[in-house]
């Protein structure tokens, strides 16, 4: 893969897909734990917050798509 640096998938992980995705075959792993997490809803993904504020991010595949690699980088920085 072009750019292999930005993607890393791991198929033998017991966690593995750990959120639902159209397509697994591109499911990245890099951002195994989200590094956007601390951003509360500025993260660029789909959180829900549960009753006692608690951020909740089941549903979302943003940093698990290898697309998303350059934004959450730009975020960091």
Same mark, same amino acid.
């Given at each position: 893969?072009?750019?292999?640096?930005?993607?890393?998938? *791991?198929?033998?992980?017991?966690?593995?897909?750990?959120?639902?995705?159209?397509?697994?075959?591109?499911? *990245?792993?890099?951002?195994?734990?989200?590094?956007?997490?601390?951003?509360?809803?500025?993260?660029?993904?789909?959180? +829900? *917050?549960?009753? +006692?504020?608690?951020?909740?991010?089941? *549903?979302?595949?943003?940093?698990?798509?290898?697309?998303?690699?350059?934004?959450?980088?730009?975020?960091?920085?």
């Amino acid at each position: 893969m072009e750019n292999s640096y930005k993607y890393f998938k *791991n198929d033998r992980c017991k966690y593995f897909p750990c959120h639902t995705a159209p397509d697994v075959r591109d499911f *990245n792993c890099l951002f195994c734990f989200c590094p956007l997490y601390g951003l509360g809803d500025k993260c660029c993904g789909e959180p +829900q *917050n549960t009753d +006692q504020n608690i951020k909740v991010c089941t *549903n979302c595949i943003f940093p698990h798509l290898p697309e998303s690699y350059d934004i959450i980088v730009g975020k960091l920085m």
